[in-house]
């Protein structure tokens, strides 16, 4: 079965400290995967995607096909990264699934 | 205004009642998608459009109808809902789909179904 697995409802952690909000995934074909966020009060938006290696906001997140994850890391985490987190991924076509998401708080 | 756009943002209605929600995007996307979020339930995708044909149903009820008359425009129409139907409904659009299709998501319609 398809499914994103997002282990963590609630992640906090303090100003400055690394962060990674873990995501696993279950697919039997070639993943497409990408992390979503969403801030207070805004929609959500699309953070990043593993296809373009990018580096956005200071987030990473490498796909490793052998543990089947694609966990969302940044070194020195700040007070505006608070936000709701979503790991997701494209099922073929126009299909993607969504993890349950991970609450991260970031204390000053 | 710019970007995807949702009516009404909160929505009551009874058991008994129609009503539709409506969707409309600014981006010049081909793609557009209903998804509902529950409060215990991660996304779950209702319905795709592409270039106003839908592509994807993902066994939604009967009750939930959508329609896509032109590629900016999306509707759910709502009848005889459920209380467990009270959700958070999300509108997105995209250029394509497929590799790599960015979503561009709506600021949603909060349904609360007495």
């Known amino acids: 079965a398809q499914r994103v697995t997002q282990p963590e409802k609630l992640l906090s952690v303090f100003k400055g400290a690394p962060v990674e909000l873990k995501c696993n995934y279950s697919y039997s074909g070639s993943p497409e995967l990408f992390w979503y966020v969403q801030y207070s009060r805004q929609r959500l938006q699309l953070l990043l995607r593993h296809i373009s290696r990018e580096s956005i906001k200071g987030f990473t997140a490498d796909l490793n096909k052998g543990e089947t994850s694609f966990h969302l890391k940044k070194p020195f985490a700040q007070e505006e990264d608070s936000a709701m987190y979503y790991c997701?991924?494209?099922?073929?076509?126009?299909?993607?699934?969504f993890g349950a998401g991970t609450r991260l708080f970031v204390k000053a | 205004e710019t970007g995807v756009t949702q009516t009404p943002r909160h929505l009551v209605m009874g058991m008994t009642n129609k009503k539709s929600l409506k969707c409309e995007q600014h981006l010049g996307h081909n793609a557009m998608y209903w998804y509902k979020q529950s409060a215990k339930k991660p996304l779950e995708l209702m319905f795709v459009y592409s270039l106003e044909e839908r592509v994807e149903n993902n066994s939604v009820p009967s009750r939930f109808s959508p329609e896509c008359p032109n590629s900016s425009h999306l509707f759910l129409h709502l009848h005889t809902l459920q209380p467990e139907d009270s959700a958070l409904y999300l509108c997105?659009?995209?250029?394509?789909?497929?590799?790599?299709?960015?979503?561009?998501f709506g600021p949603g319609t909060r349904l609360l179904v007495l």
């Open positions: 997701a991924l494209l099922s073929g076509g126009f299909k993607t699934i």
């Open positions: 997105a659009s995209s250029q394509g789909g497929g590799t790599q299709e960015t979503q561009y």
